[in-house]
């Protein structure tokens, strides 16, 4: 049994930088897809990033690329997503999720993930 905890969360100015991490137990990431999700208030959750173990890709949804990058250390067995030049729509909570999946095939649906984490709160704001 997979268990994801989310870390480094907290409250930054616009135009700060947070790192996330996500501390994977129970099995390591060598061999599953490992993703970040967020959701705000009121909206669905989203896709952040993704990192695919089958060929090391590491996928980004469109509207955060340049400001985000995810990368793994698979001797911590720990992810991280490094957060640049936020902005107040970056407000949300962030997830860590992982799949029995490797490729990056469907990265962004949220169902076909089978761990997730309990979150971790980013507020940005002045």
């Known amino acids: 049994q997979a268990h994801l905890v989310e870390s480094g969360g907290g409250l930054v100015q616009p135009g700060g930088s947070l790192r996330l991490s996500c501390a994977a137990s129970?099995?390591?990431?060598?061999?599953?897809?490992i993703a970040w999700f967020r959701q705000a208030p009121g909206k669905e959750r989203e896709a952040v990033s993704y990192?695919?173990?089958?060929?090391?890709?590491?996928y980004y949804a469109d509207s955060l690329k340049g400001r985000f990058v995810m990368t793994v250390d698979n001797v911590k067995n720990t992810a991280y997503l490094q957060m640049n030049s936020l902005e107040p729509g970056d407000t949300a909570v962030y997830y860590c999720?992982?799949?029995?999946?490797?490729?990056?095939?469907?990265?962004?649906?949220?169902?076909?993930?089978?761990?997730w984490g309990q979150g971790t709160q980013v507020t940005v704001s002045s």
């Open positions: 990192i695919s173990s089958a060929d090391g890709g590491t």
């Open positions: 999720a992982l799949r029995v999946e490797s490729t990056g095939t469907g990265w962004e649906a949220p169902g076909r993930y089978h761990y």
């Open positions: 129970g099995f390591t990431l060598d061999y599953y897809g």
